[in-house]
């Protein structure tokens, strides 16, 4: 990988900043599937996020697998319920990977450096928050209504609520 701090790369969909994307029951769903590609999501963000010169190259590949991994599971489900915005969501995907395995390819040969790598794990980390409240949680209502006839019920641990004054 080289240096090139100043090159813009074409990322997922803008969304407001993230500052830490940290796993919390708050980002539970309710469809455990989704729950538990979500939280491997944010793990491998995380490390993307905090890799060096070294071990960006790993981490990129880690995450590209495992975006492909979890939006196979996110598709079989839309597939199998038939879920009514499935093409805008996955079309969605579509642009994250797209996005992805752009700058893999270019950072195996060189063409992109550590910031670029970065700025692509703040772009995902600043992506995912919305895209799990709004998308996410509109497929796992669907699910659930689906396959056992109602809303999902999720239990959160250590949730805390801000009083409103």
Known sequence: MSQHPDRPQDGPPAARRAETLEWSDAMLLGHAPIDAAHEEFVEVVSVLANCTQHTALGCLQAVEAHL??????????????????????????????????????????????????????????????????????????????????????????????????
């Open 68 to 165: 492909l991994s979890h939006f196979a599971i996110e598709r079989e489900w839309m597939e199998k319920t038939d879920f009514p915005a499935a093409d805008c969501h996955l079309d969605e995907h579509q642009r994250v990977i797209d996005a992805v395995q752009k700058v893999n390819a270019l950072a195996a040969v060189g063409e992109v450096g550590l910031q670029d790598v970065k700025r692509l794990a703040q772009a995902l980390a600043d992506w995912f928050p919305g895209h799990a409240d709004y998308m996410d949680s509109a497929l796992s209502a669907w699910i659930n209504k689906k396959m056992h006839g109602g809303a999902p019920v999720v239990l959160r641990r250590d949730l805390h609520v801000e009083a409103a004054v």
